[in-house]
């Protein structure tokens, strides 16, 4: 209120917001409740109680209750702007090799780019083919043929096209259809198209010229709400509005199995890559999986296989081409995986936009997700098919008598650091460190006073290592390090991981604008097993074991910022050591959650600024210049004491000999 400023101390996303704020009567802490809607899939919010420190800048999180759904470690791509508004997108699908985007709008258009015009690096410009119509219409389905030579388009007043990708002609065309076309699905050598809207279905032959209805069926029922084809193209799933889900037969139409009553009705279907499962999702957020066993077109059985729950609204829904992981859209710009395998929960969102998920499609080739956020297609590359910047995935989780390949000396860990990388200097402060340093050291910019600056070393290879004690309240023994490297443009070193460790990735803001960050829980720990005596060993055998332990307390966040290689690694040591630091009662409660943890580390990571930058005074004139400057500082602080009428000319000469100085 004094100087008329104001400070943003929370700006939430994704609709996340804030209630309840409170300033302490000194002035220093601010507390408030965070609501977050994105926890898990059972609760539409959860709640946190935050306290920020105005003195030290930082933010903890006091209860660190289900902050967020996990994001899965899938590689964010980046996006492709739309050049029409968000409403216009209607249609979407990846072609089967994941090369070619088709999206489809209101505009009797059909777009299409490349997958890699995808990058993080802005914009992308135009699509490289646009394939039009002979009418005004708007499309509701679009898929590729298996050989990705042809793409198929129905619109929603019953009409259906087939286009030849190598020139865009239009090589088939149907406008006989009384309805929306729902679906449609080539049959595996591309020969048949099986086309249905809410009440029929039909398979039509691709002649030389025309397409030839070989065989439908139409459905008398009404209520039907949407629909599904199978892969294969020979089975059909609807979903009606008395709760049911029918499963028929095609082309016959000869009902299969009848799933429900549900006592609400569904709003999506979707069966897996293979036809072997199909999702039911209803309006409710509930999601059933069923299997349906059976040999070839004859379906032996269809059992329940899991129940998965949504809160709030949820659209498509579409399986992983290796039915791992079930995807569903929701409306606050996210996408929410299901781990069929276990049931958990993860979540993949965008940095670029919030709002609603129009469409998402997986490849058949099941290295790309697609999705339609607004103005833009997002893409992201799956697990088993994405490489890490900064990490690279052992072979296993578990070695006897050897270490991973490459061995576990990752260059951001002390204890670890192999010998052609041995320390220079140590136990040094910042100011000695700097001529050392071929580049400018950085530092976080504010701490939690729990975290104390010890020391600094610099290796041989011209890197610096920064130690900080961590004290906390839980009674453990903790250490963070920061890594800096000066790499170029170089290839970034990278650590090797445990076979099944996660690579999270998030943002860190810096200087130059947010770089794309990759985190790591989980560490290499040593221990040695015993193999009983036998034939061939009277005296047994010993043997070093290193295992991958993804649930320690170890946690890691690298990226590049500049030319520089930024590391921080944080680690919790045995519980039963003593607490470095000896906080006071009031430091304990304020330090309640100090354990810390990913937000943590990208909030440390964001603070990052240049040693010099926050110590010119300490840098910007030599020892001869700081000693003559002292010496005439205390001369004008005795003059100051003697006449407080001098206090004026102690400021002018303070200024300017500060500047002459330096």
């Known amino acids: 209120r004094q100087t008329g400023n104001t400070n943003l101390i929370s700006g939430l996303t994704n609709q996340d917001f804030t209630l309840f704020p409170n300033i302490s009567s000194d002035g220093r802490w601010i507390s408030f409740m965070q609501y977050v809607h994105n926890c898990n899939s059972v609760q539409s919010q959860c709640s946190n109680v935050m306290l920020y420190d105005k003195k030290s800048n930082w933010t903890s999180n006091l209860t660190k209750y289900d902050v967020e759904t996990p994001t899965l470690p899938w590689s964010y791509s980046g996006n492709i702007s739309l050049p029409w508004q968000s409403w216009e997108s209607t249609a979407f699908t990846l072609s089967p090799d994941s090369t070619q985007i088709a999206l489809g709008g209101y505009d009797s258009k059909v777009k299409i780019w490349r997958s890699s015009q995808v990058n993080t690096s802005g914009p992308q410009g135009d699509p490289v083919k646009i394939l039009k119509t002979v009418g005004n219409e708007s499309f509701s389905a679009l898929v590729f043929s298996p050989n990705g030579e042809w793409l198929a388009g129905g619109t929603t007043n019953g009409s259906v096209y087939v286009w030849q990708l190598s020139d865009g002609m239009i090589l088939y065309s149907m406008q006989n259809l009384t309805d929306l076309v729902s679906e449609l699905v080539f049959t595996h050598d591309g020969s048949q198209l099986v086309v249905s809207t809410l009440h029929a279905a039909w398979t039509w032959r691709l002649g030389d010229s025309q397409m030839y209805a070989v065989d439908g069926f139409s459905s008398t029922m009404s209520g039907v709400i949407t629909i599904d084809l199978s892969p294969k193209g020979n089975m059909i799933a609807s979903a009606r509005e008395d709760g049911t889900v029918w499963l028929q037969s095609l082309p016959d139409g000869i009902v299969i199995a009848r799933l429900g009553t ?247 803001s810096t200087n130059t604008g ?109 020892l001869a210049d700081k000693n003559s400057f002292y010496l005439n500082l205390l001369k004008a602080m005795e003059i100051g004491q003697s006449n407080s009428a001098a206090l004026i000319d102690q400021k002018t000469f303070f200024t300017n000999g500060f500047v002459e100085s330096k």
């Open 514 to 622: 947010n770089a794309l960050a990759e985190f790591v829980q989980g560490d290499w720990t040593w221990r040695q097993s015993y193999t009983p005596p036998s034939g061939d060993s009277p005296n047994g055998v010993t043997h070093d074991v290193w295992d991958w332990d993804g649930s320690s307390s170890t946690e890691r966040l690298r990226w590049r910022q500049n030319s520089t290689l930024i590391g921080l690694y944080y680690q919790v040591y045995n519980p039963y050591s003593p607490v470095l630091y000896s906080a006071t009662e009031n430091d304990q409660i304020f330090n309640l959650s100090s354990i810390l943890d990913q937000a943590d580390l990208v909030q440390i990571g964001s603070g990052m600024v240049p040693y010099s930058a926050v110590n010119t005074e300490k840098t910007s004139y030599n």
């Open 262 to 508: 549900y006592r609400i009705s569904a709003r999506s279907l979707a069966f897996s890559g293979d036809g072997s499962m199909l999702a039911i999702q209803l309006s409710d957020g509930t999601i059933t999986l069923w299997n349906i066993n059976g040999n070839g077109d004859q379906i032996s059985s269809i059992t329940l296989v899991n129940n998965f729950m949504s809160r709030g609204y949820t659209g498509e829904l579409t399986f992983s081409p290796d039915n791992k992981y079930l995807a569903s859209s929701r409306s606050a710009g996210e996408i929410t995986l299901w781990s069929i395998p276990d049931g958990s929960v993860f979540n993949l969102t965008t940095p670029a936009t919030d709002g609603l998920v129009y469409n998402i499609a997986f490849g058949d080739s099941g290295d790309k997700l697609a999705a339609v956020f607004g103005n833009e297609i997002a893409l992201w590359g799956i697990p088993n098919h994405s490489s890490s910047t900064f990490y690279v995935h052992a072979t296993s989780d578990n070695y006897v008598d050897a270490k991973p390949i490459p061995e576990a000396t990752a260059n951001d860990i002390p204890g670890l650091q192999s010998s052609n990388n041995a320390v220079r200097v140590g136990n040094i402060d910042l100011d000695q460190a700097a001529p050392f340093v071929s580049f400018p050291i950085m530092m976080p910019a504010h701490l939690p006073e729990s975290i104390k600056f010890k020391s600094a070393s610099v290796n041989n290879d011209g890197s610096v290592l920064l130690f900080y004690e961590v004290g906390n309240q839980e009674g453990l023994q903790a250490s963070l390090f920061i890594y800096e490297q000066s790499i170029h443009n170089s290839t970034p070193p990278t650590m090797t991981i445990g076979a099944d460790a996660s690579v999270m990735l998030t943002h860190v």
